[in-house]
């Protein structure tokens, strides 16, 4: 599984790759730092899964949904901010990983997203 | 008629008065029946002036009104109205005094807790210092301990120093540039000693969390800026945020200044000013700027 980790803060993204890496089968293949970013990186295609946080430059991550390709990778929004939960289910995301993210928090998704990934 | 007419201006003008400067709120009653008394005479007095010594100046014949009878009841009739409209007003500026209080708590309560995005992402930062750098997350923690203690007691006050209000945002500065270093460069011009002046809490907080959101925060890079000066006397304490990113102007759903407004018009009531404004080449820059009194009720 291939995974995007989208997020503007260099230590966040530090922190999710490191968490990641553990995971088996799963695979950081980019990062991004704003939400123009995130979306010129998933139009050009081999990313399963996008980490996407709500609060970035340019492009939020639920405007950057907005835009979402039809065919893009499945996202699982990951963020300081609890009260966009329902807004983020409701663009189309997998799951809602909160901050500070649990070292256990990735592996449930990630777990869960293969099979989403396969189907 | 007249008469009638003018004894009903006296009664209520001059009865709530003598009631309230005679009974104010709060009074100790251990002197209670002297101003009972004092009450008492002035009610008599004033009805006794209207309705004898008028009528005999002005060679008045006797009517209803000036009737032994009529005039005891007229005294009664003021010293218990008096106390009537006298209370209710009393209770009408004690509604709109807990209105005001509750309006400050609440306001307050808004702010008791500090912007939770910066918060749980600096904690998600200080998660992953712990693995690569015990030093620096543990100088994390305790800047944001420090500040969480700061807010926390900010919360109990109406108005607090603002050397605290400084160090409250200080720390906030401090706390975005351990995360990442070159987010901004600070400008930090305030006079040392911080003047002896008593501010609203948090109301420079709304400020720094305001300008950090939507200029660095939202990928503005560059210079931020906060002046704090004093002029005149009594003194005027101004003090001004100028952040990268162009003002967007009020954001529909946004609290945060809204409620920094409505805080400084129960504080000051009126005499405060807050303005904020696009500046620099092509207003690519934005300005808050706050003009407080130097007390704050």
Request: proline share 6%.
């Amino acid at each position: 599984m291939k995974v995007l980790i989208a997020d503007d803060e260099q230590l966040a993204r530090a922190r999710l790759t490191r968490l990641l890496q553990v995971i088996d089968g799963v695979e950081v293949v980019g990062e991004a730092k704003d939400g123009e970013e995130v979306l010129a990186t998933v139009r050009r295609g081999g990313v399963d899964v996008v980490l996407l946080d709500v609060q970035m430059p340019k492009l939020s991550g639920t405007e950057a949904m907005a835009l979402w390709p039809a065919d893009g990778p499945m996202v699982i929004f990951c963020t300081a901010h609890a009260e966009h939960a329902v807004k983020a289910f409701d663009t189309g995301a997998v799951d809602y990983l909160l901050k500070p993210v649990r070292a256990s928090a990735p592996s449930t998704p990630a777990a869960r997203t293969p099979r989403r990934v396969r189907e | 008629m007249p008469l009638g007419v003018l004894m009903c201006v006296a009664f209520v003008a001059i009865a709530p008065v003598s009631y309230r400067v005679l009974f104010p709120d709060g009074l100790d009653l251990s002197n209670g029946a002297v101003r009972l008394v004092l009450y008492a005479l002035i009610g008599a007095g004033v009805i006794l002036s209207l309705g004898v010594g008028v009528p005999r100046t002005l060679n008045m014949r006797a009517t209803f009104l000036t009737e032994r009878t009529s005039l005891a009841v007229i005294v009664a009739m003021f010293l218990v109205g008096g106390w009537g409209l006298g209370r209710d007003i009393g209770f009408e500026q004690r509604v709109q005094r807990l209105q005001a209080e509750a309006e400050r708590a609440h306001l307050l309560a808004l702010r008791s807790t500090v912007d939770p995005h910066f918060l749980f992402n600096t904690l998600n930062a200080i998660a992953e210092w712990c693995r690569l750098d015990g030093a620096v997350a543990e100088r994390a923690v305790l800047e944001l301990s420090a500040m969480l203690r700061a807010v926390l007691s900010g919360v109990k006050e109406t108005h607090w120093p603002l050397a605290k209000e400084l160090d409250l945002a200080r720390m906030v500065f401090d706390l975005h540039l351990l995360r990442d270093k070159d987010l901004f460069a600070l400008e930090w011009a305030v006079p040392d000693p911080v003047p002896n002046v008593q501010v609203p809490p948090m109301c420079v907080l709304t400020l720094v969390e305001n300008a950090m959101k939507h200029g660095p925060g939202a990928g503005h890079r560059g210079l931020v800026s906060l002046t704090v000066r004093t002029e005149g006397s009594p003194p005027t304490l101004t003090v001004r945020l100028e952040n990268p990113g162009r003002f967007a102007g009020s954001r529909p759903g946004s609290h945060g200044l809204p409620s920094l407004e409505r805080q400084l018009a129960l504080a000051y009531r009126g005499r405060a000013r807050f303005s904020i404004h696009g500046a620099g080449e092509g207003d690519a820059r934005t300005v808050a700027e706050l003009e407080l009194p130097g007390d704050a009720e």
